[in-house]
């Protein structure tokens, strides 16, 4: 036997040279195998060498011991060296890889290799860039495509679960990772009833053996370390799991989004999924692995309370099954009151961003007021359908404690035999491993029901159907464009000679089944031409333009495109421009290429208005292009299209913004007889209002009564008795004089090509660096009185009050215990058995009963009151924000605070507000209750509690920071989703669906940085505390070993030890987290401080109802700006300059000049939404009354005014 051991040894210790020096050559870490293995059995070694000395008889036994021992000593230096980091060989930057990355099974399970970025939080306000980067395996492009590997969507349709399938398949191996850790953690909980049992029989002896405790101390260094150690495992790697399925299924949503037909459902439910509905889903999978360890705990734990009390034993069995059918009554309508509540939060976020993104509209119509009502109303009908949700989890969470609290004292009432210490706390403790896992089962299940029903809406809105781009492309042409083929057949069939460009046949397009728009569409556009599409309103030009791009859902005939280029140059209706600089938006995702940028900003008459703005083409357009006028919006639209490489440009109504001179300008450039589209020979198919520009065209399309009425060209047209005849056009020559006209009458700026190249080259925009907030690192303790007055101080005191008392009726019960023991096994008992049983089973119904009512305080009445009120507050600093808040502030950022933070207030903080108030008392409890073993146990209260709270002081201002990090690096991902549903028809036209995709998994990437590091922080937190409850239990093991404690108090001690644990982290952790989710309160409080109203205090007068009774205006010398307030003598940023003019009664006024020159900022100016400086603010005049001195919201509601843009709710409904 020895030798065979001996020869193991050898061959082991030849392996891990091999594996060894493998595994330094292959791997960035050090090898997480070889490190266990040493460490494992050099433990074990450790206990060897002890019996081989303790055995030693003679001199060759001793020398061999000591020869072990040498043996132990040098296996030890193997493993310091085996476990060092192999950072300075791998030589990677530290900015592009975490110290995670390489480190060993050690730095892992002590979380050692997020030191760094503690000393960092703890020194400075962090950003995004101080963050360790996220290694390999969290990349959203790699998860993607294993995802695309499992996912068939053929077999999705119809199955409820299809898309939990897809995900446990690919995400397998991380899913299976925490099991094994967890499993460990298992069986070192069951190690503390089965000490506390040996224990107590040990000190219930007279004559204690001092090498049996000695073994009890180390037995407890053991079982509470082996505690600490895997449960930092298990967590570790179920997090990775977390962090890994958020970014498969926010790359999904995003894809999917890039990929769904138009009109195929509601856009603000896309952006509900990425948000809420993520959050409910990762909330669900907290506990995931926590279900099935929890059955197989109270499972073990009913074997062995069977076998120290017998029968009974089924009496908290019977209450698990009976509280286990109640909950599966309950679950039954956890997923309608999901679903209600879910659908609340979508019709309140997708109108917000509506109202966000179109605050400028509503504004000028005077409805702001009105809308921000609307959207109150719907915030308080969402709250009440979120009520009913956290009905349920009460009922669920109170199911889940009523095994805890009232399994024991039924269990011993119907025992009926007197217990001794040791089998009352064995038995207690064993119960408690029983019930305790199922009541975290029992609040698990409502969350895992909830989240499983949030997939269900993402796998509905993945089931939607796909756009079906139903165009074909000529194959011979581009074999790359990625079209179906066209045969030869067909193509004479089509007669697609090199005449045409575009050729639709028998073409009906429509947006629903069988309800087309256009009917019976046939035409042919000829190459290198100019196609004019004209018609009345509603005739179809936009549902034609959209045809072309494959856009339409319902189609039959056929469109051919025999374009050079697969993509299309599109300009929609209503431009469409992402939140970037000028330059960004033109350019997009093409090469960039400065000669050809030059030509289109040249040739959109673009270079006069760059020279005009502080940062040229570097001025960032913000949200929906809020920054820069109507027509500004349209040729930056139009110079994006001509930037493009492509051969065909379909162009919808771009001259809607424009005025008369720069339209014929920018039209001459571009499509002239010496623009650059005919220098080019590109296809150009422009559908437009502007009929005067029908003799330039080539070919010209008339539409009306849902086909066309008539096409051909200019002179035929005109010569027919048509539609274009009827216009009364006269011939071509006037185009060509009005063409020299506009060439001999530009202004010297616009002559001036130097001022384009300087503004070009040489503008540089530098954002201004962050403040830094010393509020990010150490708090700001008023938002907590902000969220006590919010929910009432009244509910507040309650809700302290019913806290108090179940922290005592919880711990009391331990103590009674003690009691009862004592004096039921003395000799003359002075209560009969049914007293003591009686009064321990009040108090544990009076703690279900404060549980229930701190319940319906904190997560019911101080929700709805908290929520209703700080939205309220923070939808009227946003209805009473200037216009100037809006042209500097993203929308994502703001509909973040409507969204993300909003959902924390209603979920996370209430939760986490209850959650810490319980721990807090029921540590308080417990520590009391340990004190009864022995006092000397106090000396160590003040430096446990000096230990938490520099704890606490140190891991707060990393995880704060972590948590306002995480909230803030979702806004951009929240920005570029929402502007990809915007525009989805322009980015599917040029291609750049690809490039945006990359730009998304970048965004989810960053994204998902704080929040795994927030998680891990966490844990790292949580081993802490594991190994400061290893100490004290060492600590009283000792106390009890070596002071022959009374085995009654030492088992309510140690009883509660092992809850003390759990509970002391759920102070800090719990705490944190209330105030990490307290920093949604704090950024909307502010939000609320930093975002001015633009009422002002002179503002004094509300003019009656019939005012302005004779429309008489004036205007004396008045300038004005955006910023007026800030620079009033600035005049390079004036928006007006010195107005002056005066109107009558019942004139009729109309205000001209080139786009940009001014016409909106004198309408805003008349509506207060434009600043007067402050040496012409009275200047203005209405009626007699001076402007600026009128109530802002009731001169809007009193002047009609009609917005530039017209504002779409998104469910279609009114208000």
């Not at 040894?9 to 090898?31: C, Q």
């Not at 061999?64 to 030589?91: H, P």
């Not at 109303?377 to 109170?398: C, M, P, Y």
């Not at 040791?422 to 038995?427: G, L, N, P």
Request: a neutral charge; aromatic letters at 10%.
């Amino acid at each position: 036997m020895f030798i065979a051991s001996s020869v193991l040894n050898l061959v082991s210790a030849l392996l891990m040279i091999t594996l060894s020096v493998v595994d330094h050559s292959k791997s960035p870490r050090p090898s997480i195998l070889l490190s266990g293995y040493l460490f494992l059995t050099l433990f074990l070694d450790v206990a060897r060498a002890r019996t081989l000395f303790l055995s030693s008889d003679d001199k060759p036994e001793l020398t061999y011991s000591s020869i072990f021992v040498a043996a132990i000593a040098l296996k030890t230096g193997i493993l310091l060296l085996e476990a060092q980091q192999k950072s300075r060989w791998v030589g990677w930057d530290e900015k592009e890889h975490s110290p995670e990355e390489t480190s060993g099974i050690f730095s892992l399970g002590v979380f050692f290799w997020l030191n760094k970025m503690f000393l960092v939080g703890y020194s400075k306000v962090m950003t995004i860039g101080d963050l360790y980067p996220l290694d390999s395996s969290f990349n959203a492009r790699p998860l993607h495509n294993k995802f695309l590997k499992n996912m068939d969507y053929s077999r999705l349709k119809g199955d409820k679960f299809g898309l939990v399938k897809v995900l446990i398949r690919t995400l397998k191996v991380p899913l299976l990772l925490p099991i094994p850790p967890r499993l460990a953690l298992l069986c070192f909980t069951f190690c503390q009833p089965l000490f506390l049992e040996r224990l107590l029989d040990y000190l219930s002896k007279t004559e204690l053996d001092a090498n049996v405790g000695y073994g009890f101390i180390g037995a407890s260094l053991l079982i509470y370390s082996g505690l600490a150690i895997s449960s930092g495992f298990y967590w570790y790697f179920h997090h990775r799991m977390r962090t890994m399925s958020k970014s498969i299924l926010a790359t999904e949503i995003f894809i999917k989004a890039t990929e769904a037909r138009i009109g195929t459902g509601d856009d603000s439910a896309a952006v509900t999924l990425m948000s809420t509905d993520m959050e409910r889903i990762d909330a669900g999978l907290r506990n995931l692995h926590e279900t099935w360890a929890s059955i197989v705990q109270a499972a073990l734990a009913g074997w062995m309370l069977y076998i120290r009390i017998g029968v009974p034993f089924v009496v908290p069995v019977g209450v698990v099954v009976i509280c286990f059918i109640g909950l599966g009554i309950v679950i039954n309508f956890t997923g309608d009151s999901q679903r209600s509540w879910m659908a609340g939060v979508q019709k309140r976020v997708g109108l917000t961003a509506t109202v966000i993104a179109s605050m400028k509209n509503l504004k000028i119509s005077g409805l702001s007021i009105t809308i921000g009502d609307f959207v109150q109303n719907l915030r308080v009908q969402e709250l009440a359908a979120g009520s009913r949700f956290r009905k349920i989890l009460i009922v669920a969470a109170l199911l889940g404690f009523i095994p805890l609290l009232v399994s024991p004292p039924l269990t011993f009432a119907f025992t009926q035999r007197t217990f001794d210490a040791s089998t009352m706390f064995t038995s207690l403790s064993f119960l408690t491993l029983l019930t305790n896992p199922l009541s975290q089962v029992f609040q698990t299940i409502p969350q895992l029901v909830s989240g499983l029903a949030c997939l269900g809406r993402i796998q509905a809105f993945l089931e939607c159907e796909t756009r079906h781009d139903f165009r074909q492309v000529l194959d011979d042409i581009n074999r790359n464009a990625g079209k179906p083929r066209v045969d030869t057949e067909t193509l004479s069939n089509y007669e697609l000679e090199s005449l045409h460009s575009l050729v639709i046949k028998g073409g009906n397009f429509g947006w629903e089944a069988d309800k087309f728009v256009l009917r019976e569409v046939s035409t042919r556009v000829p190459k290198s031409s100019l196609t004019i599409v004209v018609g009345p309103v509603g005739s179809g030009k936009t549902t034609l333009c959209k045809a072309l791009l494959g856009e339409i859902p319902f189609s039959e005939g056929s469109v051919v495109l025999g374009a050079k280029f697969p993509h299309v140059g599109f300009c929609d209706q209503t431009a469409f421009l992402w939140n970037g600089s000028i330059k960004d938006n033109i350019v997009g995702f093409s090469p960039h290429d400065n000669e050809r940028y030059v030509e289109v900003i040249k040739a959109t008459s673009l270079d006069f208005d760059l020279a005009t703005l502080p940062q040229g083409d570097k001025t960032n357009v913000g949200s929906d292009g809020i920054v820069i006028s109507g027509g500004q919006k349209q040729r930056v639209s139009l110079a994006r299209a001509l930037y493009l490489h492509s051969d065909l440009l379909v162009l919808d109504d771009i001259f809607s913004g424009l005025d008369a001179d720069t339209e014929e300008k920018v039209f001459q450039q571009v499509f002239g007889p010496d623009g650059l589209l005919k220098q080019r020979g590109s296809t150009v198919v422009l559908c437009t209002h502007s009929i005067k520009h029908l003799r330039t065209a080539d070919h010209i399309i008339v539409l009306g009564n849902g086909t066309i009425i008539e096409q051909g060209s200019f002179d035929k047209l005109t010569a027919s008795q048509g539609y274009v005849q009827r216009l009364g056009l006269k011939g071509s020559s006037d185009n060509a004089a009005s063409a020299e006209k506009m060439t001999s009458n530009k202004s010297p700026q616009e002559s001036k090509p130097e001022m384009l190249h300087t503004t070009i080259t040489n503008t540089s925009s530098t954002a201004p660096g962050d403040d830094d907030d010393a509020s990010r690192q150490i708090g700001d303790k008023t938002v907590y009185k902000l969220y006590f007055k919010s929910m009432g101080w009244i509910l507040a005191g309650c809700s302290l009050i019913f806290s108090v008392l179940f922290g005592f009726f919880t711990n009391f019960p331990t103590v009674w215990l003690t009691y009862w023991t004592n004096d039921i096994s003395s000799e003359h008992p002075t209560h009969p058995y049914a007293y003591y049983s009686g009064i321990y089973a009040l108090l544990q119904i009076c703690a279900l009963v404060s549980l229930f009512l701190l319940g319906i305080c904190i997560l019911i009445v101080s929700v709805e009151r908290a929520g209703a009120s700080l939205h309220q507050d923070a939808l009227q600093t946003l209805i009473e924000a200037p216009l100037s808040f809006f042209t500097n502030t993203d929308t994502g950022v703001v509909t973040n605070l409507f969204s993300q933070d909003l959902n924390l207030i209603d979920t996370e903080l209430p939760s986490a507000t209850l959650n810490t108030a319980y721990s807090v008392f029921q540590s308080l409890g417990q520590a009391a209750v340990m004190l009864t073993s022995s006092v000397y146990l106090a000396i160590s209260y003040p430096f446990l509690i000096g230990l938490l709270w520099v704890l606490q002081m140190f891991y707060l201002r990393t995880s704060r920071q972590l948590r306002l990090l995480d909230l803030e690096a979702k806004s951009p991902l929240y920005t570029h989703f929402l502007d990809t549903i915007k525009g989805i028809t322009t980015l599917r036209a040029f291609g750049f669906i690809p490039g945006d995709v990359d730009k998304n998994t970048r965004l989810v990437d960053a994204s998902q940085r704080p929040a795994y590091l927030l998680l891990m922080v966490q844990q790292w937190l949580t081993l802490v505390l594991d190994i400061v409850v290893m100490v004290l239990a060492v600590v009283m093991t000792t106390l009890a070993v070596r002071l022959h404690s009374s085995s009654g108090f030492a088992g309510a001690s140690l009883f509660s030890l092992m809850s003390f644990g759990e509970s002391i982290s759920g102070i800090v952790i719990f705490y944190t987290k209330l105030e990490t989710s307290i920093g949604a309160i704090a950024r909307l409080k502010m939000f609320t401080e930093n975002v001015m109203p633009e009422d002002r205090d002179e503002e004094d007068i509300v003019p009656p109802v019939q005012w302005p009774q004779n429309g008489v205006v004036e205007l004396k010398g008045v300038s004005a700006s955006y910023g007026a307030e800030d620079q009033p003598d600035d005049t390079s940023k004036l928006a007006l300059h010195n107005i002056n003019f005066t109107t009558k009664t019942g004139e009729r006024v109309a205000i001209c000049g080139r786009t940009g020159s001014g016409k909106s900022s004198l309408i805003a100016l008349l509506l207060k939404l434009l600043n007067p400086t402050p040496d012409t603010a009275g200047n203005t005049i209405i009626d007699n009354t001076p402007l600026h001195r009128i109530n802002r919201a009731t001169l809007r509601e009193q002047i009609i005014a009609v917005p530039q843009e017209a504002v779409f709710l998104p469910d279609g409904s009114t208000f």
